[in-house]
Each structure stands twice: as structure tokens, then as C-alpha cells.
């Protein structure tokens, strides 16, 4: 069984309802399951700033679909909820993106994964860090990303008092 992590966003029409029934269709999929979704955030538009506020989630999965598989099941609920593609990064009635697929790196025609641009989204880290803190990363200089990985504390001179 594999995970991966989908960023969805919508910032046309009824927002939410677009978002719960990307999650709907998803989780419907005979070879997908829904396991965490992270709350619903309203974000700034980035990228393309001249549009609406978005409303944004992640989503965990477990499928048994291959990464362009998946791929090809977030188009299709693209395309059921009406997306039109006009303006790049422009508004859409919801967008699915894939975050991570295992710990795959995948560099294809139509496919990057990680997402090249999610380590400079807080619309993506903050629901994510929300359902799995422990895959939250941050790009080094050589283009990679490292993950990081909660150590202790420094809480603890708070019990010692004043
Ligand atoms: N990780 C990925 N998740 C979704 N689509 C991807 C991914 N990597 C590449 N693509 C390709 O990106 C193309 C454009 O996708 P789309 O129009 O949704 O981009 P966008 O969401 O507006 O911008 P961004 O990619 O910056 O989020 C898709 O047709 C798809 O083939
Ligand atoms: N706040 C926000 N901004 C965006 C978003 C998004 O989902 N949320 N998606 C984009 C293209 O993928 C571009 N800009």
C-alpha cells in the first residue's frame, strides 16, 4: 500500500463544497482511502495574486494506485467539478496537487513529486505539518529538501520555577 499527500485548493464558486467532494470522490475510489485531512484554511492566493482568497486542505491517502494513476484521478475530479484552465495559477473551481507519493522522487513530462513548489507554500506546509509533522521539510541549496524530525523539547526548565 502506498501514501501520499494531496494539497487541495478551491477559490471559485462554493468553496468548501467543492473541497468536501474533491474528498468525496477521492475517498469513493475503489483503490483509494482517505486516512487524514488536515482542517480548512483560507489563504491569500499566491503566485497569481490578482484573484480570490482560496480555501485550502491536505489529505493523506493510502492507494494502490501508481503516482500517475493518481495523478490521472485528481484531473478526473477536476474536470466533475468544472475546472476551466485559463490563467496559470489563476482561479479554479479546485485543484489537486500531489505533495508526496512515499518517498518517491519523481521527474516526468507531467509529474514532479515532491512538488517543486511546496516547500514555499505555507497553504501547503500548515495543513500539512497539521496531519503529519514529521514530513514538514525545507529546501537546501542544492535543491533538495530536508525533512525534519521533532527532537526534544526545552520545556523542561519550565518545572524547575523561577
Ligand atoms: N505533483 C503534481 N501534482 C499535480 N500536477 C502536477 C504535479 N507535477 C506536475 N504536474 C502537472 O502540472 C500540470 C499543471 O497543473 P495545474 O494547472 O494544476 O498547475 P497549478 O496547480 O496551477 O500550479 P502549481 O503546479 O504551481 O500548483 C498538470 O497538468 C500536471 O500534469
Ligand atoms: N492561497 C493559494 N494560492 C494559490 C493556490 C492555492 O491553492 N492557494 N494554488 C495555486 C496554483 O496551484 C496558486 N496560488
Redesign the pocket.
Known amino acids: 500500500m502506498n501514501i501520499a499527500y494531496l494539497?487541495?485548493?478551491?477559490?471559485i464558486g462554493d468553496r468548501l463544497q467543492h473541497l468536501t467532494e474533491a474528498v468525496r470522490l477521492l475517498h469513493l475510489h475503489d483503490e483509494i482511502e482517505v486516512t487524514g485531512i488536515s482542517s480548512v484554511y483560507e489563504?491569500?492566493?499566491?503566485?497569481?495574486t490578482n484573484?480570490a482568497?482560496?480555501l485550502?486542505l491536505v489529505v493523506r491517502l493510502e492507494t494502490s494506485l501508481n503516482p500517475f494513476e493518481l495523478l490521472g484521478v485528481c484531473q478526473g475530479i477536476e474536470n466533475d467539478l468544472g475546472r476551466v484552465r485559463e490563467i496559470?495559477?489563476?482561479p479554479?473551481t479546485v485543484?489537486l496537487?500531489i505533495l508526496l507519493y512515499n518517498n518517491d522522487n519523481i521527474e516526468s513530462e507531467n509529474l514532479t513529486v515532491p512538488h517543486p513548489?511546496m516547500d514555499e507554500?505555507a497553504?501547503?506546509l500548515v495543513p500539512l505539518m497539521e496531519i503529519a509533522p514529521n514530513l514538514v521539510g525545507v529546501p537546501i541549496d542544492d535543491g533538495g529538501v530536508i525533512r525534519w524530525r521533532k527532537v526534544e523539547g526545552v520545556e523542561h526548565f519550565l518545572n524547575e520555577g523561577k
Open positions: 494539497s487541495i485548493g478551491s477559490n489563504t491569500e492566493p499566491v503566485g497569481y484573484q482568497n482560496f485550502n496559470r495559477w489563476g479554479r485543484d496537487d513548489r507554500r497553504f501547503v
